[in-house]
């Protein structure tokens, strides 16, 4: 008989997308994101951090002040985009932790992507994800809060020789 307890793709997905956003070197908002295609193969993924070439050491994390992380972070989506290498994306989904943010909403929509899955929608009363918002709803681009239902997915990094 075959396993019952397996995850569902979106759940996969998201995880891949929140597995990604472990990279982000962000110390306050690390957010990942999963290209994929209308045939469930993984097209591309990204995360929030600095431009290629661009040490995040030499570049400010800061929230607040003079000198802020925000004209040099590349978003994840965005990230997932550009790491797709020209690769064709029309009638894609993407899976990311949060809403888009309006820059993110137009590269998403000239790439082709039809259908974003997000977890959370925290800033949905700025006028940036408002913004985004309405542009995804005229350019046809199905926004779906995904509600799965195994709120947490372990791995284990063991090989079987040493359990």
Known sequence: MKRTDYISWDE??????MLAARRSKDPNTQVGACIVSKENIIISTGYNGMPAGCSDDEYPWE????????????????NAILNAN?????????Y???????????????????????LSDKYADTRTTQASKRMLRSAGVECIRLCPENKIITLELIPDEEK
């Open 96 to 118: 990311v932790a949060l809403f888009p943010c309006n820059e993110c909403a137009k590269a998403i929509i000239q790439s082709g992507v039809k259908e974003v899955y997000y």
């Open 12 to 17: 996969y997905f998201m995880g891949i997308a």
């Open 86 to 94: 020209g690769r064709d994306l029309r009638g894609s989904k993407l």
């Open 63 to 78: 929230r607040e002040g003079e000198d802020t992380k925000y004209p040099y972070v590349v978003h994840a989506e965005l």
